[in-house]
């Protein structure tokens, strides 16, 4: 199939078009992420300080899981609290945590897309069973509970 010059830049403008558009999409995320720890500064309290920076830097690590529409993750363990992070982009999300043996404890949701979290208390093994319509980001961090005096 031979390609005529036109379908060529057509094709070329899309390319051009489509990182255009990511590249506007990282220097937004960008900005915002310098406007938060920029926000963290001008907080008096030095642990509440530390608080707004550790996460506003949580922010920029990469997820544990992702993907799109359904998924059962390995099973991962914790040993002591952590935070489950999610975000989505679909109008359903619905995410249970269960442990190992499959129990269900914690149902958690979003409805049209966003971003939640839930506090994991108890060290343990377990699993997410996680059902949406679109692709989804899960962060699992482990809180540290230090405190400066």
């Known amino acids: ?13 899309i390319g051009l078009g489509l990182t255009m558009s990511l590249l506007a999409a990282h220097a937004d995320a960008t900005a915002e992420t310098n406007e938060a ?5 001008d907080v008096a309290d030095d ?10 830097v949580s922010r920029l690590s990469a997820p544990r899981f992702s ?15 952590a935070e489950l ?5 679909g109008a359903i999300f619905v995410l ?14 979003l409805g049209g897309g966003g971003e939640s979290t839930y506090r994991i208390e108890t060290p343990g093994t377990y699993v997410l069973d996680i059902n949406g319509s679109e692709s989804w980001r899960i ?6 509970e230090t405190r400066i005096n």
């Not at 642990?47 to 506003?56: G, H, P, T």
């Not at 992070?85 to 982009?89: I, M």
């Not at 945590?97 to 404890?105: C, F, R, T």
Request: hydrophobic share 35%.
């Open 37 to 41: 720890l920029r926000a963290c500064r």
């Open 67 to 81: 993907g799109r529409l359904s998924r059962v993750t390995d099973p991962f363990e914790i040993d002591g609290p």
């Open 96 to 109: 249970y945590l269960k442990s190992a043996d499959g129990e269900v404890i914690q149902n958690l949701h």
């Open 47 to 56: 642990a509440a300080r530390l608080a707004c920076y550790d996460r506003e």
């Open 1 to 13: 199939m031979m390609r005529t010059t036109s379908s060529v830049s057509r094709m070329s403008a």
């Open 85 to 89: 992070r999610f975000q989505s982009d």
């Open 139 to 144: 962060w699992l961090e482990p809180i540290n």
